[in-house]
């Protein structure tokens, strides 16, 4: 008879023969830096996330490097927002700023600067607004400042969220043309307007304040449409490309590591996150076991690089069990 169980028979086995392992160098972790001074605010709908002023930071990317993570992806939150997110490009933006500190404190964790304008604009797009339409092709010289002004400012990966068409190429062009030829592009290729992203919108105070972002972000049934993006988007010129969400998300995931070679990330976005600490909250689930199962999952499904809000806590746990 076969029998399967010869090989599950004790932990050691077990772990003999486990075919996907996360490790700590695959893990992101997202951070939200807020202007101003002494800030540090809590999120209402993401338990243990904070914004933070950048003269508080330090604290945070002491805890980020201690726990021997790949890096982390950060988001600003300007004071000043407007029609053509001015404060998205400005060289002494709260964005650039925490750039800068944490090179300059520490230059080995690898910083991923999300290039989008929401969080900038004074209507919460993630582009340039002109009678109720969002402009995909006005939008790009905007972005191109942006990612500059963030190359400049010490950024180690280039992140573009907005979902504009041809920003990929846009970007590569006014990174080559000032001087940063060798900033990789890590395309949020195949973003799907999701339900998931509302928590984040509290924590980067970035919901639009009229319509949605289904005319730029993918329809949730669009599976073949995704890998186009993702194919487009590498033609174009990234050097990685991202699935997002994650976890409702594995199959696109699973497609476009079966035909695409290149690095592969997945956003482990706000909603999966939230969802996960309010049921281990009312005790409904044990939140490491489900964290390191939707992780393993992920990974499973084919991402080299997993975003996760988890992934300080991922870290501790993996080296529990290694
Ligand atoms: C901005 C952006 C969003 C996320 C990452 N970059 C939100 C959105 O598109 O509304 C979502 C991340 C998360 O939910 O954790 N374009
Ligand atoms: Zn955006």
Same mark, same amino acid.
């Given at each position: 008879m076969r029998r399967f169980r010869r090989l599950r028979a004790s932990d050691s086995l077990r772990r003999l023969v486990r075919e996907t392992k996360i490790s700590k160098s695959d893990l992101i972790y997202p951070i939200f830096v807020a202007e101003g001074e002494k800030i540090k605010k809590s999120v209402d709908s993401m338990p243990e996330i904070y914004q933070y002023s950048v003269d508080m930071l330090d604290e945070e990317l002491e805890r980020i490097y201690n726990s021997g993570i790949s890096g982390l992806l950060i988001f600003g939150i300007p004071k000043h927002k407007d029609e053509t997110a001015s404060s998205a490009y400005d060289?002494? @933006?709260?964005?650039?700023?925490?750039?800068?500190?944490?090179?300059?404190?520490?230059?080995? &964790?690898?910083? =991923? +600067? %999300?290039?989008?304008?929401?969080?900038?604009?004074?209507?919460?797009?993630?582009?340039?607004?002109?009678?109720?339409?969002?402009?995909?092709?006005?939008?790009?010289?905007l972005l191109s400042k942006m990612a500059v002004s963030l190359a400049e400012s010490g950024a180690d990966i280039i992140a573009p969220s907005d979902m504009m068409d041809g920003r990929v190429s846009a970007l590569r062009e006014a990174l080559d043309a000032n001087g940063f030829p060798d900033i990789p592009i890590l395309s949020y290729s195949a973003k799907f307007a999701s339900g998931y992203y509302s928590?984040?919108?509290?924590?980067?105070?970035?919901?639009?304040?009229? @319509?949605?972002?289904?005319?730029?972000?993918?329809?949730?049934?669009?599976?073949?449409?995704? &890998?186009?993006? =993702? +194919? %487009?988007?590498?033609?174009?010129?990234?050097?990685?490309?991202?699935?997002?969400?994650?976890?409702?998300?594995?199959?696109?995931?699973?497609?476009?590591?079966?035909?695409?070679?290149?690095?592969?990330?997945?956003?482990?976005?706000?909603?999966?996150?939230?969802?996960?600490?309010?049921?281990?909250?009312?005790?409904?689930?044990?939140?490491?076991?489900?964290?390191?199962?939707?992780?393993?999952a992920i990974k499973r499904a084919g991402a080299d690089i997993i975003i996760t809000y988890h992934a300080l806590d991922a870290a501790k746990w993996l080296e529990e069990e290694e």
């Open positions: 060289d002494n @933006g709260v964005t650039q700023q925490a750039i800068r500190r944490i090179k300059k404190l520490y230059p080995q &964790l690898i910083v =991923i +600067a %999300d290039v989008c304008l929401c969080e900038y604009t004074s209507h919460g797009h993630c582009g340039v607004v002109r009678d109720g339409k969002i402009l995909n092709d006005e939008t790009l010289p928590p984040f919108r509290d924590a980067a105070e970035s919901a639009p304040c009229f @319509g949605d972002r289904r005319t730029y972000q993918m329809d949730c049934a669009n599976g073949r449409e995704a &890998l186009r993006e =993702i +194919a %487009d988007d590498i033609e174009e010129g990234a050097d990685m490309v991202m699935v997002k969400p994650a976890l409702a998300y594995l199959d696109v995931l699973s497609a476009a590591r079966n035909q695409f070679g290149l690095p592969i990330a997945a956003y482990n976005v706000s909603g999966e996150y939230s969802m996960v600490k309010a049921a281990a909250q009312l005790g409904w689930i044990d939140e490491k076991r489900i964290v390191v199962e939707n992780l393993t």
